[in-house]
């Protein structure tokens, strides 16, 4: 069982920067693939960003591309998700997942995919 928390969403111009985190509970953080996903309003949950158990392959969504960068410390049981050059359609409530990989190196970006989802952090990009 693995319980997430996140934290560090806001309100942000266009332009900025924000970094989301991650706080996951237990001691088999570092054996989970993680992923970020975001709805904006009034649509569906959609796949943001995934990070491998091993921390060695990324994957994101086109949009996100050169702006957004995940990461993990496993010895603090986070991931975080580096925001810059927000844009107004960045705007949403942003929740990690977590699964069990089938091996060290798997990434995964379908909701079905994962087992375990935090809450969620709102983030707001307005002038």
């Known amino acids: 069982q693995v319980q997430l928390v996140e934290s560090g969403g806001g309100l942000v111009q266009p332009g900025g920067s924000l970094r989301l985190s991650c706080a996951a509970s237990g001691r088999t953080f570092s054996t989970y693939t993680m992923g970020w996903f975001r709805q904006p309003p009034g649509k569906e949950r959609e796949f943001v960003a995934a990070i491998s158990s091993s921390g060695t392959r990324t994957h994101y969504v086109d949009s996100v591309k050169g702006r957004f960068t995940i990461s993990r410390d496993n010895a603090k049981n986070t991931v975080y998700l580096r925001m810059n050059s927000l844009k107004s359609e960045d705007t949403a409530v942003y929740s990690c997942?977590?699964?069990?990989?089938?091996?060290?190196?798997?990434?995964?970006?379908?909701?079905?995919?994962?087992?375990?989802w935090g809450q969620g952090t709102e983030v707001t990009v307005s002038a």
């Open positions: 997942a977590a699964r069990f990989p089938l091996d060290s190196g798997s990434i995964y970006t379908k909701r079905h995919d994962y087992n375990y």
